[in-house]
């Protein structure tokens, strides 16, 4: 699932909250990370010691012309290869719910990373339960534009189911916040469970527990 680019010259309101959560001159794994948008803010802002895995051959040339250090690969095969504790940080951005097995995924991503940054599309947004009760059919929005036969994404997930996988791999929540479809925070405190109501996006900092 993919957002809507930012305008020229400006920064995706999801990868700017992204970046603030990564420490200067960080070990930094981008996992799915497209055409290196994110990866290249984090280098050029943070001065991070940055790579990327990408499955496109589309997206790992366009991090290459970048002048990003990024190969082609899987999330769902190739993460073993890395040893345990290879980087400060690693983010699967918009990506979970496009691979196999999320919850190996993200128990590779807590092994290989001191720190893992998750966002994701949040099923249990409002409107997507209102088109389901009301249209009896999957939700299409600007936010969530495939249809059902044709969407790369092959686990939606919820808030709420989230937070329980992150329970079953003894993965700690540091922050979590909701975003709109902006990839703006929701502009109040709430708990995560009136987040997953509210929220058309989540994004969590994680550690081993």
């Known amino acids: 699932m993919n957002l809507q680019p930012a305008p020229s010259g400006t920064v995706r309101g999801d990868h700017r909250l992204v970046a603030d959560l990564v420490t200067p001159r960080a070990r930094v794994l981008d996992i799915g990370c497209g ?14 010691d940055g790579r990327g895995i990408e499955l496109s051959q589309a997206g790992v040339n366009a991090c290459v012309a970048r002048g990003l250090s990024v190969v082609q690969g899987d999330a769902d095969r190739d993460l073993s290869d890395y040893p345990d504790d ?7 951005s918009q990506t979970l719910q496009a691979t196999y097995a999320p919850r190996q995924v993200l128990q590779e991503l807590l092994r290989i990373g001191s720190n893992v940054i998750v966002s994701f599309p949040n099923f249990g947004f409002w409107r997507n339960r209102l088109q389901l009760m009301f249209k009896g059919s999957m939700p299409v929005t600007d936010y969530l534009p495939y249809s059902w036969y044709d969407t790369p994404n092959i686990h939606f997930c919820t808030i709420r189911d989230f937070v329980s996988m992150c329970d079953e791999v003894d993965a700690r929540m540091v922050r979590s916040m909701a975003l709109n479809a902006r990839g703006e925070p929701v502009g109040f405190t709430a708990p995560w469970w009136v987040w997953n109501l509210i929220g058309e996006q989540a994004l969590f900092l994680l550690k081993r527990s």
């Open 35 to 48: 055409d290196g948008e994110l990866l290249d803010l984090l280098v050029r802002e943070k001065q991070v």
């Open 86 to 92: 290879a980087f400060d940080f690693v983010i699967l």
